[in-house]
């Protein structure tokens, strides 16, 4: 088991780690809309999933992993009503790639933001 750490992402804000590889798989934790420097993003939701999907494709990377690779994405979002956005934004970076997904609306996220997102990727 590895853990994964990028500066191209932001830092965890817990007792837990960017990403882990077990054997040819990468879990991530959960992304959200924070930059490499941990400030949070400003604007809507398009704005925090692009900075989310961003995030990802940096622990990816680090992982030896990408976008590509993803079989499986859990989204939680703060407001359903926000779905179609999101959607829209998902697609452009799952453009070619369809992994299976879940979305979930929850009450609450860290530090407030909308949107979050983990993932499960094989390692190429």
Not at 84 to 95: Q, S, T, V
Not at 104 to 122: F, G, N, S
Request: net charge negative; aromatic share 8%.
């Amino acid at each position: 088991m590895r853990q994964v750490q990028t500066n191209q992402a932001p830092a965890a804000i817990g007792p837990y780690s960017q990403g882990i590889v077990v054997n040819n798989m990468f879990f991530s934790s959960g992304q959200i809309p924070l930059t490499p420097a941990g400030e949070l993003v400003s604007g809507g939701i398009k704005e925090q999933t692009e900075q989310v999907f961003k995030n990802l494709q940096a622990v990816l990377a680090e992982a030896g992993a990408s976008l590509d690779s993803v079989v499986k994405a859990t989204v939680f979002i703060k407001n359903m009503d926000d779905f179609a956005e999101l959607n829209n934004i998902y697609g452009e970076f799952f453009a070619g790639h369809k992994p299976a997904r879940s979305t979930v609306e929850v009450a609450r996220l860290p530090k407030d933001v909308l949107v979050e997102i983990e993932v499960i990727a094989l390692i190429k």
